[in-house]
C-alpha cells in the first residue's frame, strides 16, 4: 500500500498514476446504499449486453466488480474510493470491496463527513462528492458514476441541494455520469450547474439524460461531445484557464434500458409522499427516495436494469475518456 498525503493506494493504482497510465475514480456510495444486497436474476438481454456481469454475486458487488472489469477491459485501471476504518483507501482488492458490499452499518460519506469519519475509524461509502475530492487529491482525472446529486425538489424550502455539484466545480476531475437523479429539480439543478461555472457537455447529444429515464425530448444542455477524445480535449482546455474546475459528462443510459417518463412520474409521486409520511430529510432523502423507486412492485427489475446498465456504460466512457487524457497530458506532476 503506498501512502500519498493522507491517502492510502492500492499498488496497481499508485504504479498508474506515477507512470501517468490511465486511471477512473468508481464511487461506493452506490455499493453501500444504492444497491441489493443479494444476487438478482437479470435476463439474458442484460446479461449479452454486460459480458462483466457476475450473476452470482449480490447485486452490489457484481456492479462494483462490473465497473471495475469494464474499465480494465479499456486498458485503464479501475480506482474504487472507499473509508475503511478510518483509512482513505483509493483502489480496494476484491476481498475489501466484498467486505465493503457486506458492512451491516456503512456510513454515507459525503464531503461534511470526510473529517469525522476519518477520526472516529469508521467505514463507508462516499458519495460523489467525497469520491470527486479524494479523486482530485491522488492526481485522478476522470471518475465515473450513476446519477450525480443536485438541487432537490422543495428546495426554496429546504435549501437541500447536493454537495455533489460544490465539489464538482471545485476539483480538477471529469465526472461521468448519466445525468442528475430524476428524484430532483432537473431545471433548478441545470441553473445551478450553471451558476458553478462546471461545463456540461452531453454525448452526442444536447438533450438532457435524467438518470434511469429516457433523456428528454427538447435539447437543453449548452455542448455535447462526440467522442471520448472530443471530451478530453474539452477537459484539458477548460484545465488551461480554471485549472480547479471539473466537468460533468452527461451519458444517457443505453436505449435499450431506460425506463419511460410516464411510467416513473407515478412512482415518484408515491415515494415523496412516503418520505413525507415518514419524516425523511438531509442525506438520508436519496437513498430513501432511490430505494422506493427500486422496490416499486412493477418497475423495480426494469429500474434496477437501467441503473446497472448505465453504470457500467459510464465506466466505460470514463476509460476511454481517461485514456484520452493520458495520452494528451502524460503524468500528474501534483500527486
Ligand atoms: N446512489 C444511490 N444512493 C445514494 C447515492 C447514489 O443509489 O445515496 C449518493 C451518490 O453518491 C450521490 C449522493 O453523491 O447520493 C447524493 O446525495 P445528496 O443528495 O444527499 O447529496
Ligand atoms: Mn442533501
Redesign the pocket.
Known sequence: MAQAHSLTLSPQVDEAIRSGAPVVAL?S??IT???PRSPRALGSEFCDAFREWDGDAPVNLACARACERAVRALGATPATIAILDGQVRVGLSDDELTALAALETPA?V?LRDLGPTIARRRSGGT???ATTAIAARAGIRVFA?????GV?RGWRDTM?I???LRAVATNAVVVVSAGP?IILDLPATLEAIESLGIPLLGVSSRALPRFTVEPEATDSLPDCVKSAADAAEVATSHWRIVPHCGLLVFNACPAAFALRAESVERSLDAAFREARVRGITG?K???FL?AQLAGNAQGGLAALRANLALLISNARLAAQVAGSIAAMIGPHSGA
Open positions: 464511487e456510495t452506490v446504499h444504492g444497491l454515507k459525503s458519495t460523489v462528492a458514476t450513476g446519477g450525480i446529486g432537490h437541500d447536493s454537495a455533489d437523479k442525506a432523502t436519496t437513498p432511490l
